[in-house]
Every structure is written in structure tokens, then in C-alpha cells.
Nanobody, 124 residues
Framework: QVQLAESGGGLVQAGGSLRLSCAASERSFSPYGMGWFRQAPGKEREFVAAISWSGSSTAYADSVQCRFTISKDNAKNTVYLQMNGLKPEDTAVYYC?????????????????WGQGTQVTVSS
């Protein structure tokens, strides 16, 4: 069982930046592909970014491409989401997720473990 804990959310003005962190409970989550998803009020949860266990492959939703960067530090059992150029439409609860395969995936059903989420609010 892997437990994931997100942090780093908060309130920021449009154009600002935040870095989300996701810490995994296991000593090493290196076999897992990791992803970030978000859910805005009244909307379904959607894919944001994913990274392979090696960190060599990444994927992004079109809406965040070139603004967000996913990375991981296996030594710290942590995956990050650097968010720059934030827009009001980025306001959502952001969830970290882990899958049992090392490759990236964008569909939610491919992920086995989920964090509780962290709120990101972008004011205009």
C-alpha cells in the first residue's frame, strides 16, 4: 500500500507560480509511474501531467503545456509539479496518483493510489 500526501497548494494571483509536492510513504516508489490530476468545482477530474519511473518520459495536458513541469526525486520519494503562469482556470483541487507500471499514463483508471488533494486557487 502506497500512501501519497500532496502539499504546496494555496492562493496565488494570476501569472504567479506554485510548486506542488507529493510525498510517497514507501521507501522507494521508483517502479511507479506518477501523475497529477485536478478537479475544478462542478467538473470532472482531469489529467494534468505524468512522469515515468525513470523520469525520462513526461506528458502534459494541452492546457498546461509549457506552463507546468513535472519532475521527481526518487531519493526523497517525492514528485513535483511546478506551475508557472497560473490562470484562474487552473483553480482546482490537485491530486497526485501512482500506478503500478513504470511507464506514463494519462487515463485515471491506470492509477492505483491517490492522495487526498491540495487546493490551488488562482485569483484574477
Amino acid at each position: 500500500q502506497v500512501q501519497l500526501a500532496e502539499s504546496g497548494g494555496g492562493l496565488v494571483q494570476a501569472g504567479g507560480s506554485l510548486r506542488l509536492s507529493c510525498a510517497a510513504s514507501e521507501r522507494s516508489f521508483s517502479p511507479y509511474g506518477m501523475g497529477w490530476f485536478r478537479q475544478a468545482p462542478g467538473k470532472e477530474r482531469e489529467f494534468v501531467a505524468a512522469i515515468s519511473w525513470s523520469g525520462s518520459s513526461t506528458a502534459y495536458a494541452d492546457s498546461v503545456q509549457c506552463r507546468f513541469t513535472i519532475s521527481k526525486d526518487n531519493a526523497k520519494n517525492t514528485v513535483y509539479l511546478q506551475m508557472n503562469g497560473l490562470k484562474p482556470e487552473d483553480t482546482a483541487v490537485y491530486y497526485c496518483a501512482a500506478r503500478l507500471l513504470p511507464v506514463i499514463a494519462t487515463a485515471q483508471h491506470n492509477y492505483r493510489y491517490w492522495g487526498q488533494g491540495t487546493q490551488v486557487t488562482v485569483s484574477s
